[in-house]
């Protein structure tokens, strides 16, 4: 395998950085294209309750996404630690005792699922008329979960083992592969919701057999590592699995609170707006995982090059690391926010014909919720930085700040005060006051680290 050129110990910090966040950055946009067909085919082809059905669903499977996400943050911060020091065998113990804990956890999930469906889809916000799409657009999702999950710890793992651009080609593979198939099975095969969710599970298999063949076949350092099966082995690997959850715990906040959002969300706009206010609520709810998707890459490019020289103890690549990577985030937030503020209409009318209901209000409320985008991208930045240092106490508070403390009492006060107009502010609201708390905080540290 033709391996990128990757010295997180002594090259350039932006080079390095932008060795890593280029080809994370084209994967998230590939990702996000899919977010955007998706809605768009399911929007045109089976019509705004199938919307709004997805919409009910995806908090569930952001569940999924951040049980990934947690362990292979937590992967990849101890990994690079490990790889720090030199100790490659612990490293590979890090990676394996990760993918053991994703195979008991799903296997869990996906019996749970299979037993308590629809009460699973009320408890998310489905009403009556969108119960049978919804679970069926659940249930064809199963296959795919495990797989999903070797897909989200693989690509922390694949690009700490220095080969971000394979990682780019997982996820543009198993995006492009998404896309022609949702459009392959709306729209010539007709298969409604469920033939989107096929497509969804059928494109997570590939992409999680493509992390495992790089592992078994081409990585370098990060390889599967064979665990002892004796008493301390298992304690040792609980220990371990319970230090990643830590570690990435702010990250599987972070997902749960885009969950917690849509649940929240899809109840207020239902009780104001009813189910064209949900499928209008579903139009932002695809973008944001976009705004998500953009931040997180900045995040995930900028963690192996702060945990590593974190662990080699210099302090001074850190924090260049950080501020290059602040200085990305304000920049792709402004982009994203401009692009909602001026671009409401042609975004609302991809994915819901405009002489609909929903249509209306999607396009009046996009450019409010656009407003949280640069706060987002700093506070997410700033969280990675905090799990890529180990804090997990910072990192974890910050999350739940701006994903539950604020978010969820803001969706409720804020319709008080502007009406519908507070439904779409809630999100950007819970983001500002957040960073404001994040930025005096870390101000307020570095002043008094001055002054001693």
């Not at 207020?268 to 209008?280: D, H």
């Not at 209901?357 to 450019?367: N, R, T």
Request: proline share 3%; with cysteine; net charge neutral.
């Amino acid at each position: 395998m033709n391996r990128d050129n990757i010295d997180f110990r002594n090259g350039e910090i932006g080079r390095l950085f932008r060795s890593l966040f280029f080809p994370t950055l084209v994967a998230m946009v590939f990702n996000s294209a899919l977010n955007i067909c998706d809605g768009m085919f399911v929007g045109h082809g089976v019509g705004p309750d199938a919307l709004a059905a997805i919409n009910i669903v995806a908090p569930y499977f952001m569940l999924c996404i951040g049980i990934g996400l947690m362990f292979g943050f937590g992967a990849s911060v101890i990994g690079s630690i490990r790889l720090s020091e030199d100790n490659v065998k612990a490293a590979r113990i890090i990676m394996t005792q990760a993918y053991l804990a994703g195979a008991v956890i799903f296997a869990i999930v996906i019996a749970l699922t299979l037993i308590f469906t629809d009460e699973i889809l009320y408890l998310l916000g489905s009403s009556d008329r969108l119960i049978d799409q919804a679970r069926s657009y659940l249930l064809w999702l199963l296959p795919g979960f495990f797989f999903f999950y070797l897909q989200c710890v693989g690509m922390m793992l694949v690009r700490l083992d220095g080969s971000p651009k394979y990682a780019m080609s997982v996820q543009i593979v198993a995006a492009v592969l998404n896309i022609f198939l949702d459009w392959l099975m709306v729209f010539p095969l007709d298969m409604g919701i469920s033939g989107a969710s096929i497509a969804t599970s059928f494109s997570c298999i590939v992409g999680g057999t493509m992390v495992l063949v790089y592992f078994i076949f081409f990585s370098d350092k990060l390889k599967f590592y064979r665990l002892k099966r004796t008493r301390k082995s298992l304690m040792l690997t609980l220990r371990n699995i319970g230090y990643m959850s830590r570690i990435g715990f702010a990250t599987f906040l972070s997902e749960i609170a885009m969950g917690g959002m849509m649940v929240t969300g899809n109840y207020m706009f239902l009780q104001r707006l009813g189910e064209a206010g949900v499928a209008a609520f579903s139009v932002g709810c695809y973008l944001f995982p976009i705004i998500f998707s953009i931040s997180n890459a900045v995040a995930q490019s900028s963690q192996p090059i702060i945990s590593f020289n974190y662990g080699a103890h210099d302090m001074t690549r850190v924090f260049k690391a950080l501020r290059l990577a602040l200085e990305t985030a304000t920049l792709c937030g402004l982009l994203i926010s401009i692009c909602m503020w001026t671009g409401s209409p042609f975004l609302a009318a991809i994915f819901l014909p405009a002489e609909t209901e929903a249509f209306a209000i999607a396009a009046d409320g996009l450019p409010l919720l656009g407003l949280c985008s640069l706060f987002f991208a700093v506070n997410i930045t700033f969280i990675g930085y905090y799990q890529s240092t180990e804090r997990v106490v910072a990192s974890t508070v910050y999350s739940m700040l701006r994903g539950i403390v604020f978010v969820i009492p803001a969706f409720i006060l804020l319709p008080y005060v502007f009406d519908d107009n507070g439904l779409w502010l809630a999100v950007p609201s819970a983001e500002l006051i957040t960073m404001v708390i994040i930025i005096a905080v870390y101000l307020n540290g570095k002043r008094r680290l001055a002054r001693s």
